[in-house]
């Protein structure tokens, strides 16, 4: 079984070409850039957004934090399904998902960047488990980033 991949959802208005170089009040990076699988992303790693757009992704090109990047991570956010939505054991779907991700994204985010998102000129977006990484990984995770 190969690793799943996860889904890449855009909030808002993303605009994953807005470089983020060596943003200061957000957290470091190792050195050099490398590939990183998405099922080891943390918070606090900067990325550079794909070039071409894929459904699912199974990993990110990572960067130094001080280095130019466009997607920083910041929240692992774990999927808790609401009475309307369907248990953690099946696939809820990607509109259920979305609409989690972005209620959790968009709570995390002031914490980490340290102005609340209305007031911020940057954008969020997050990764979605895949129905295949739903099922083989048991993958619940949702993962915020700043663009």
């Known amino acids: 079984m190969g690793q799943a991949a996860r889904v890449l959802r855009c909030c808002a208005a993303v605009a994953l070409a807005v ?41 990110l090109e990572r960067t ?35 609409t989690f991700a972005q209620g959790a994204c968009a709570q995390r985010y002031s914490s980490y960047v340290g102005v609340p998102y209305l007031d911020s000129k940057l954008f969020f977006t997050y990764l979605l488990p895949s129905p295949r990484s739903w099922e083989q990984n048991d993958d619940r995770n949702i993962l915020c980033f700043v663009t």
């Open 64 to 98: 130094p934090c001080d280095k130019p990047h466009t997607q920083e991570s910041y929240a692992n956010v774990t999927y808790q399904p609401n009475a309307s939505a369907p248990s953690g054991d099946t696939f809820p779907g990607n509109d259920i998902l979305s």
């Open 19 to 59: 470089a983020l170089s060596g943003c200061g009040w957000f957290g470091g990076g190792g050195s050099g850039t490398s590939s990183k699988s998405v099922f080891d992303i943390k918070p606090g790693q900067c990325f550079v957004a794909p070039t071409d757009v894929k459904a699912e992704l199974s990993s």
